[in-house]
Protein backbone atom coordinates (compact mmCIF):
# COMPACT_ATOMS: atom_id res chain seq x y z
CA UNK A 1 0.00 0.00 0.00
CA UNK A 2 1.48 3.28 -0.88
CA UNK A 3 2.38 5.88 2.08
CA UNK A 4 0.44 8.62 2.21
CA UNK A 5 2.12 11.72 1.23
CA UNK A 6 2.12 14.43 4.30
CA UNK A 7 2.15 18.27 3.59
CA UNK A 8 4.16 20.21 5.41
CA UNK A 9 2.71 23.35 6.85
CA UNK A 10 3.70 27.09 6.30
CA UNK A 11 4.35 28.45 10.15
CA UNK A 12 3.14 31.54 8.03
CA UNK A 13 -0.48 29.51 6.86
CA UNK A 14 -0.84 28.17 10.53
CA UNK A 15 -0.47 31.58 11.96
CA UNK A 16 -2.93 32.94 9.68
CA UNK A 17 -5.22 30.12 10.00
CA UNK A 18 -5.64 30.25 13.99
CA UNK A 19 -8.03 32.14 13.92
CA UNK A 20 -11.26 30.17 12.91
CA UNK A 21 -13.86 33.02 12.17
CA UNK A 22 -11.30 35.46 10.46
CA UNK A 23 -12.74 36.35 6.71
CA UNK A 24 -11.33 35.01 3.65
CA UNK A 25 -10.22 38.76 2.27
CA UNK A 26 -8.23 39.33 6.29
CA UNK A 27 -6.98 35.87 5.70
CA UNK A 28 -5.37 36.64 2.36
CA UNK A 29 -4.46 40.41 3.48
CA UNK A 30 -2.53 38.68 6.33
CA UNK A 31 -0.81 36.55 4.50
CA UNK A 32 0.48 39.06 2.11
CA UNK A 33 1.37 41.57 5.29
CA UNK A 34 3.47 38.60 6.60
CA UNK A 35 5.02 37.87 3.74
CA UNK A 36 5.51 41.32 2.98
CA UNK A 37 9.47 42.04 2.69
CA UNK A 38 9.17 45.51 4.59
CA UNK A 39 7.58 44.22 7.59
CA UNK A 40 10.53 41.21 7.81
CA UNK A 41 12.80 44.38 6.93
CA UNK A 42 11.31 46.45 9.83
CA UNK A 43 11.26 43.58 12.43
CA UNK A 44 14.47 42.57 11.87
CA UNK A 45 15.96 46.70 12.13
CA UNK A 46 13.55 46.90 15.44
CA UNK A 47 11.12 49.19 13.74
CA UNK A 48 7.87 49.78 14.82
CA UNK A 49 6.29 49.66 11.42
CA UNK A 50 6.99 49.22 7.93
CA UNK A 51 6.05 53.08 7.17
CA UNK A 52 9.75 53.86 8.30
CA UNK A 53 11.22 52.24 5.34
CA UNK A 54 8.48 54.76 3.35
CA UNK A 55 10.40 58.06 5.19
CA UNK A 56 13.99 56.60 4.29
CA UNK A 57 12.92 56.51 0.40
CA UNK A 58 11.72 59.77 0.83
CA UNK A 59 14.69 60.75 2.31
CA UNK A 60 16.56 59.34 -0.18
CA UNK A 61 15.21 61.10 -2.85
CA UNK A 62 15.03 64.43 -1.53
CA UNK A 63 17.36 64.35 1.33
CA UNK A 64 15.69 66.79 3.87
CA UNK A 65 16.90 64.86 6.81
CA UNK A 66 20.04 66.49 7.75
CA UNK A 67 21.91 65.95 11.44
CA UNK A 68 21.14 68.72 13.92
CA UNK A 69 17.25 69.51 12.64
CA UNK A 70 14.98 69.76 14.30
CA UNK A 71 11.42 67.33 13.14
CA UNK A 72 7.82 67.54 14.19
CA UNK A 73 6.17 64.11 13.39
CA UNK A 74 2.35 64.53 13.65
CA UNK A 75 0.31 61.92 13.75
CA UNK A 76 3.67 59.15 15.16
CA UNK A 77 2.23 56.66 16.58
CA UNK A 78 3.54 53.72 16.58
CA UNK A 79 6.86 55.98 15.98
CA UNK A 80 8.34 54.02 12.84
CA UNK A 81 9.12 57.28 11.37
CA UNK A 82 10.23 58.36 14.16
CA UNK A 83 12.48 55.61 14.63
CA UNK A 84 14.25 56.65 11.22
CA UNK A 85 14.11 60.66 11.78
CA UNK A 86 16.06 60.44 14.98
CA UNK A 87 18.74 58.13 13.25
CA UNK A 88 19.07 60.71 10.70
CA UNK A 89 19.19 64.14 12.63
CA UNK A 90 20.03 63.19 15.92
CA UNK A 91 19.14 62.58 19.42
CA UNK A 92 16.82 65.55 21.08
CA UNK A 93 15.50 66.70 17.93
CA UNK A 94 12.61 64.87 17.03
CA UNK A 95 8.82 65.53 18.81
CA UNK A 96 6.45 62.67 18.24
CA UNK A 97 3.43 63.79 18.44
CA UNK A 98 -0.10 61.90 18.66
CA UNK A 99 -3.89 61.86 20.15
CA UNK A 100 -2.43 58.59 21.80
CA UNK A 101 0.31 57.85 23.56
CA UNK A 102 3.88 56.91 22.12
CA UNK A 103 5.80 53.60 23.90
CA UNK A 104 8.77 56.07 24.94
CA UNK A 105 11.39 55.94 22.16
CA UNK A 106 14.89 57.10 22.46
CA UNK A 107 15.84 59.98 21.76
CA UNK A 108 12.69 60.78 20.75
CA UNK A 109 10.16 63.54 22.53
CA UNK A 110 7.21 62.27 22.47
CA UNK A 111 3.81 64.59 23.11
CA UNK A 112 0.06 63.12 23.42
CA UNK A 113 -1.80 66.39 21.61
CA UNK A 114 -4.64 66.76 19.40
CA UNK A 115 -2.76 67.78 16.37
CA UNK A 116 -5.44 70.29 14.78
CA UNK A 117 -6.12 71.87 18.63
CA UNK A 118 -5.88 75.77 19.91
CA UNK A 119 -3.03 74.56 22.07
CA UNK A 120 -1.01 71.91 19.71
CA UNK A 121 1.30 74.73 18.27
CA UNK A 122 1.79 76.28 21.85
CA UNK A 123 3.08 73.15 23.02
CA UNK A 124 5.20 72.05 20.83
CA UNK A 125 6.96 75.33 20.60
CA UNK A 126 7.38 74.83 24.54
CA UNK A 127 9.18 71.50 23.81
CA UNK A 128 11.05 72.24 21.08
CA UNK A 129 12.69 76.35 22.24
CA UNK A 130 12.55 76.89 18.27
CA UNK A 131 10.64 76.33 15.11
CA UNK A 132 11.26 72.97 12.98
CA UNK A 133 13.54 72.70 10.17
CA UNK A 134 11.38 69.64 9.10
CA UNK A 135 7.23 69.04 9.52
CA UNK A 136 6.27 65.10 8.81
CA UNK A 137 2.96 63.53 8.00
CA UNK A 138 2.24 59.89 7.91
CA UNK A 139 -1.42 60.16 9.61
CA UNK A 140 -4.59 58.98 7.61
CA UNK A 141 -8.38 58.84 9.05
CA UNK A 142 -9.55 55.19 10.31
CA UNK A 143 -11.18 53.53 6.85
CA UNK A 144 -14.35 53.41 6.36
CA UNK A 145 -14.16 50.75 2.96
CA UNK A 146 -15.87 53.71 0.85
CA UNK A 147 -12.57 55.40 -1.36
CA UNK A 148 -13.99 59.27 -1.95
CA UNK A 149 -14.80 58.81 1.82
CA UNK A 150 -11.60 58.31 3.02
CA UNK A 151 -9.73 60.37 0.37
CA UNK A 152 -12.02 63.14 1.69
CA UNK A 153 -11.21 62.39 5.18
CA UNK A 154 -7.25 62.55 4.57
CA UNK A 155 -6.87 65.98 2.94
CA UNK A 156 -8.54 67.43 6.13
CA UNK A 157 -6.18 65.56 8.17
CA UNK A 158 -3.42 67.33 5.65
CA UNK A 159 -5.18 70.55 5.85
CA UNK A 160 -5.28 70.48 9.49
CA UNK A 161 -1.00 69.61 9.57
CA UNK A 162 -0.50 72.16 7.38
CA UNK A 163 -2.10 74.68 9.69
CA UNK A 164 -0.13 73.45 12.12
CA UNK A 165 2.83 74.08 10.11
CA UNK A 166 2.26 77.51 9.82
CA UNK A 167 3.10 78.21 12.70
CA UNK A 168 6.21 75.84 13.76
CA UNK A 169 7.78 76.19 10.47
CA UNK A 170 10.79 78.20 9.67
CA UNK A 171 11.07 80.06 7.16
CA UNK A 172 13.06 77.65 3.82
CA UNK A 173 11.35 74.58 6.04
CA UNK A 174 10.20 70.83 4.62
CA UNK A 175 6.65 69.92 4.94
CA UNK A 176 5.57 66.00 3.96
CA UNK A 177 2.17 64.67 3.95
CA UNK A 178 0.60 61.52 3.03
CA UNK A 179 -2.78 62.14 0.14
CA UNK A 180 -4.57 59.87 -1.31
CA UNK A 181 -4.83 60.19 -5.22
CA UNK A 182 -8.26 61.31 -6.24
CA UNK A 183 -8.81 64.53 -7.15
CA UNK A 184 -10.48 66.25 -4.11
CA UNK A 185 -6.54 67.56 -2.75
CA UNK A 186 -6.56 70.31 -6.10
CA UNK A 187 -7.17 72.98 -2.73
CA UNK A 188 -4.63 71.74 -0.77
CA UNK A 189 -2.12 72.02 -3.59
CA UNK A 190 -3.02 75.19 -4.29
CA UNK A 191 -2.58 76.25 -0.82
CA UNK A 192 1.05 74.66 -0.47
CA UNK A 193 2.22 75.99 -4.17
CA UNK A 194 1.71 79.50 -2.60
CA UNK A 195 3.08 78.81 0.64
CA UNK A 196 6.37 76.76 -0.69
CA UNK A 197 9.02 77.61 -3.08
CA UNK A 198 8.64 73.97 -4.62
CA UNK A 199 6.19 70.89 -4.41
CA UNK A 200 6.61 67.53 -5.26
CA UNK A 201 5.30 64.63 -5.75
CA UNK A 202 6.24 60.86 -5.24
CA UNK A 203 5.04 57.17 -4.17
CA UNK A 204 8.06 55.46 -2.17
CA UNK A 205 8.91 51.42 -3.31
CA UNK A 206 7.88 50.88 0.16
CA UNK A 207 4.21 52.17 -0.24
CA UNK A 208 2.29 49.00 -1.37
CA UNK A 209 1.17 49.01 -5.06
CA UNK A 210 -2.50 48.62 -4.45
CA UNK A 211 -2.71 51.87 -2.54
CA UNK A 212 -3.93 54.92 -3.56
CA UNK A 213 -1.58 57.08 -0.94
CA UNK A 214 1.27 58.69 -2.26
CA UNK A 215 3.62 61.86 -0.49
CA UNK A 216 4.01 65.66 -1.60
CA UNK A 217 7.35 66.84 -0.52
CA UNK A 218 6.88 70.75 -0.27
CA UNK A 219 9.87 72.47 -0.10
CA UNK A 220 11.39 76.04 1.27
CA UNK A 221 8.50 77.93 3.43
CA UNK A 222 8.11 81.04 2.39
CA UNK A 223 7.02 81.87 5.91
CA UNK A 224 3.32 82.89 7.32
CA UNK A 225 2.26 83.15 4.00
CA UNK A 226 -1.66 82.43 3.76
CA UNK A 227 -3.61 82.66 0.84
Not at 48 to 74: C, I, N
Not at 105 to 129: D, F, K, P, Q, T
Not at 209 to 215: C, G, I
Request: charged residues 25%.
Amino acid sequence: MAKQSRRRHNPIERKVRSKRKRKASSTRWLSRHLRDRYVIDARASGYRSRAAFKLEELDGRFQFLKPGSLVVDLGAAPGGWSQLAVKRVGKGNVIAVDCNPIEPINGVICLVLEVGSEEASNRIAAVAGRKADIVLSDMAPAATGHRATDHLRLVALCETALALTRHILIPGGTFVTKVYQGGAEEELLRELRHAFLSVRHYKPPASRRESAETYTIALGYRGNAIP
